[in-house]
C-alpha cells in the first residue's frame, strides 16, 4: 500500500468513525433539543445528516483539485 493510499484509508477511517458516532448518538440529541424547540430539533437532525454527505462532498472536490 502507497504512503498516498495509506493516508486516505485512515481520513476515510476516521470520517466513518465520526459519522457511526453521530449517528448514533443522533436521536438523544435531537429529542433532548426538541424538548425546547421541535423546529430546532429537525433543523439540527436534517444538519447532521446532510453533514455526513457534504464531508465526502468537500472531500471529493478536493481530491480533484489536487
Avoid at 424538548?35 to 439540527?44: K, W
Avoid at 468537500?58 to 489536487?66: D, F
Wanted: hydrophobic fraction near 65%; aromatic fraction near 16%; avoid cysteine.
Amino acid at each position: 500500500m502507497t504512503p498516498e493510499a495509506k493516508s486516505q484509508a485512515i481520513a476515510a477511517a476516521a470520517i466513518l468513525f465520526g459519522a457511526a458516532v453521530v449517528i448514533y448518538l443522533m436521536p438523544t440529541i435531537v429529542l433532548w433539543i426538541g424538548n425546547y424547540s421541535p423546529l430546532l430539533a429537525f433543523f439540527v437532525g436534517a444538519l447532521l445528516v446532510l453533514g455526513f454527505f457534504l464531508i465526502f462532498w468537500l472531500r471529493a472536490r478536493y481530491q480533484r483539485r489536487k
